[in-house]
């Protein structure tokens, strides 16, 4: 599978080259050039693409809502996997208030958002968002507890 990580990140990052600058092509190959990335580890290059793709999306403005959320989804978890919890959490808290109805990454926004607040010190607003995510995303027994040991870890950090 990793091979086929390899594959995408170089087409995509070819393709970033052959649109012109800032064409909507171009920014969306940047896009998916720093997911590739971000699938094989590549923490530093996917943080370099996305902050690429954020920048050049913000001065040329034209996403719609939908395209402002999936880019919010990516930038989010990658900053959360590169250790860079304080920068995800306003990130995550875009994706998670502002999401659109049939956005698929609502769950996986709240949790990696909830981990980025207790992995920060934010306890009494992870413990919040626990909540929500308990009740809307209904998740089982084992990912419940991976979240509460989070929280409960950081708790004890605090203290």
Known sequence: MRKDYESLALRFHLERRMF??????????????????????????????????????????DLTAEDRVEQAWTQGVILMTAGRNAEAIPVLKFVVERHYIDFPHVAEATEALILSLARTGHVNEAEAYLKLWN????????????????IAAARARAD
């Open 135 to 150: 009740d809307h995303a209904k998740p089982d027994v084992e990912q419940r507890l991976v979240m509460m040991n989070e």
């Open 20 to 61: 012109p600058a800032l064409s909507k092509e171009s920014r969306k190959s940047a896009h998916l050039c720093a997911e590739m990335y971000h699938y094989q580890g590549q923490r530093e290059w996917a943080l370099h693409g996305i902050s690429e793709a954020v920048e050049e999306n913000n001065r040329v403005g």
